[in-house]
């Protein structure tokens, strides 16, 4: 049996994966959690032959002959072109419908007598849908879905 490691940088997994994905790792027996690990540096010829990892709270680094590592790193919203355009959190995704503060319509000047509609961003008749938006769950279904809903608005929007 082939033994799988997978480290954190901290405590454990619970701020950084869905629930399903952890209870997944922990039932897996030939998978060992290393917490407070970080992956430091990779060195091999024509192909990766070892891993170093640091921990975190002692400084101590170890050298592991490891010849495969798939990375998890999160992710990062592509909008910077987009800021000052449409609101974005403070984590650079697109705030649409209820989550629109009004202090971020008066920012936009949004200039119409009624709120944002689901999935609607700051400027009137702009949606965004899928992972980019403040708020998805980060699925496909849900990406297919708010899509969708969003075409909706769109047919609604041309008939004002
Ligand atoms: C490793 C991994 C595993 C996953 N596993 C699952 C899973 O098992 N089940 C599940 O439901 N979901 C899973 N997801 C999540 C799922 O992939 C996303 O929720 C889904 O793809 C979101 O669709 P989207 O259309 O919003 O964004 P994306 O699929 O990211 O599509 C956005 C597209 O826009 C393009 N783009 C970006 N910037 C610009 C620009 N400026 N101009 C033009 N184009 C641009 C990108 O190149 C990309 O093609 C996983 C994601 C990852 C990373």
């Given at each position: ?6 480290s954190v940088r901290g405590p454990g997994l ?19 959690l290393l917490k407070h690990m ?17 921990h ?105």
């Amino acid at each position: 049996m082939h033994g799988w490691k997978r480290s954190v940088r901290g405590p454990g997994l619970t701020d950084t994966m869905s629930r399903y994905l952890i209870r997944r790792i922990e039932q897996t027996p030939n998978i060992r959690l290393l917490k407070h690990m970080e992956v430091v540096g990779l060195e091999g010829g024509d192909h990766l032959e070892h891993v170093l990892w640091r921990h975190n709270e002692t400084g101590e680094t170890e050298r592991k002959d490891i010849t495969h590592v798939f990375l998890m790193t999160g992710a990062e919203p592509n909008t910077a072109w987009l800021n000052r355009c449409v609101a974005l959190d403070e984590k650079g995704f697109i705030k649409t419908g209820a989550d629109l503060s009004s202090e971020d319509l008066n920012t936009a000047e949004w200039f119409l007598n009624r709120r944002p509609y689901l999935l609607e961003a700051s400027i009137p008749r702009v949606f965004a849908v899928g992972d980019v938006r403040a708020g998805n769950i980060k699925r496909v279904a849900s990406a297919v879905g708010e899509g969708s809903i969003a075409i909706s608005f769109v047919h609604q929007l041309l008939q004002e």
